[in-house]
């Protein structure tokens, strides 16, 4: 075992409602397992002399944010002329053709800026959900499950999937869609090579049909079967627009709830993103389900989708986590930014004494990690995994404030200076560590001119 003493930070959120004066004196981790062995009271230290200690009196410390919902490979499409100002289905039906010309290696690239920009503003687990596989990209996931290992970041890759093209009353243009077949083998290839389970899990696997207007529900209801079958989880996108919902009525003749139950998806093995729109007796049913939600307010106030009933989702029982959602739509993977944005937008729909900071801090970290199905990440206590941010709130931006974790999110935190996975330090001075981020960005860029330009 080695030890290393994160001492006395200026403030700590240690998340699920935990009093953070338990822990002012910093906390222990054990570096070589990756986990925290021990909280330090105010003016304490540790029982066993650490090996190691690190002066955190100038650093604000949070559990890591887990950001539950983004398609990295839209980081090749930021602020797209096109569709910077359409609404979702619009959007959609004019990039469909653009994502269909990625390749493995703009996977690979789109990829890598999305996870070191989440990583540097104090994200250290992400879902990504992957649905396009044109021509030499089947290797997708595998590509990205490298770039999570290189970079030393948790991740929840989803297996995502399109099969309703345009011919038959779906969305997306026919070459982007496969055959269900397909689909499932490849789906259970990624859960019984990658999957990891139980604490300190790095890659896991989950199924994610894209939406009720891309895919069958036949393939909606045999992922179910599958996921059920090799135990894992299940993520899609439901009630993020109206449209969505006329969608629905007209081809199922049920609104998105009723849909998700018809095809055996509302369980608490399911996390939806985005969730706008839903009703009083929609809510109560999956919060009694514990069907999560990936809140994903930058997006919906982007494509101007709506506001999600996030406060009444919670207090229904239905686990609410925060997700950046793709880069397409947001245009940033900056996760400290997204849980300001949670802040803010939902104080519109239900006032400022309700939406507390700790409150949308505890949705990007305790409540993300429960839509992820985890309990070892996203809150900080003894023998859960060292995964944490650190911010120094300093500068003008933070010059006059008072309390420094409010300060976070009110004065507008943009990036973290250090973050630990695992117990390892992944940033370091704001920078993901071993990354050549200048070369990076060069090489993604040409990729993203490329892509547009067909
Ligand atoms: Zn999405």
């Known amino acids: 075992m080695s030890t290393l003493w994160l001492k006395n930070p200026s403030a700590i959120h240690l998340g699920a409602e935990t009093p953070s004066d338990i822990a002012a004196g910093g906390l222990v981790v054990d570096t070589s397992a990756g986990t925290i062995v021990e909280v330090v009271a105010a003016g304490g230290t540790p029982i066993d002399p650490p090996d190691q200690t690190f002066d955190a009196s100038a650093y604000v410390v949070t559990p890591g944010l887990v950001n539950t919902h983004h398609h990295f490979y839209q980081t090749l499409t930021r602020a797209w002329p096109p569709v910077a100002n359409s609404k979702l289905f619009d959007w959609l039906v004019t990039l469909y053709p653009v994502w269909a010309r990625l390749d493995a290696e703009a996977v690979r690239l789109a ?55 345009e011919a038959d009353g779906g969305l997306p243009p026919q070459h982007t869609v ?114 999560a939600v990936a809140h994903c307010p930058s997006s919906n106030m982007r494509l101007a989708s709506g506001i999600a009933r996030a406060v009444e989702l919670q207090d229904a029982g239905a686990p609410v986590g925060i997700g950046v959602d793709g880069s397409a739509s947001n245009d940033s993977s900056n996760m400290v930014r997204e849980v300001r944005q949670a802040l803010y937008v939902q104080r519109l729909r239900y006032g400022a004494e309700a939406v507390t900071t700790g409150r949308a801090l505890d949705w990007a970290t305790t409540g993300s990690a429960a839509a992820l199905g985890r309990t070892d990440i996203g809150t900080l206590r003894v023998g859960g995994q060292a995964d944490l941010a650190l911010f120094r709130p300093e500068g003008l931006a933070f010059s006059g404030s008072h309390d420094p974790l409010t300060a ?34 060069a090489r993604h860029s040409q990729a993203a001119r490329g892509l547009v330009a067909g």
């Open 111 to 165: 990829t890598t800026v999305a996870m070191a920009e989440l990583l540097e503003s104090g994200c250290t687990t992400t879902a990504d959900h992957h649905y396009l596989f044109p021509h030499g990209t089947d290797v997708s996931i595998d590509v990205q499950v490298e770039v999570a290992r290189e970079l030393g970041m948790r991740a929840v890759l989803t297996r995502g999937s399109m099969n309703l093209g």
């Open 178 to 291: 496969q055959d269900p077949e397909a689909i499932l083998a490849d789906s259970e290839r990624l859960v019984r090579t990658y999957h990891e389970r139980g604490e300190g899990a790095r890659i896991q696997i989950a199924l994610a049909p894209c939406s009720p207007f891309s895919v069958s529900t036949t393939l909606m209801a045999e992922s179910a079967a599958l996921a059920e079958e090799l135990d894992v989880r299940l993520h899609t996108h439901l009630a993020e627009t109206r449209d969505e919902e006329d969608y629905c009525l007209q081809h199922f003749g049920m609104r998105t709830v009723d849909y998700l139950e018809s095809v055996g998806w509302l369980t608490d093995r399911t996390w939806v993103a985005h969730g706008i729109h839903f009703d009083d007796g929609e809510i109560a049913r999956l919060g009694a389900a514990g069907t």
């Open 408 to 441: 976070l999110l009110l004065c507008g935190a943009e990036r973290a200076d250090r973050v630990m996975v695992a117990g390892d330090w992944r940033v370091v001075d704001s920078r993901v560590v071993g990354l050549d981020t200048e070369a990076l960005v």
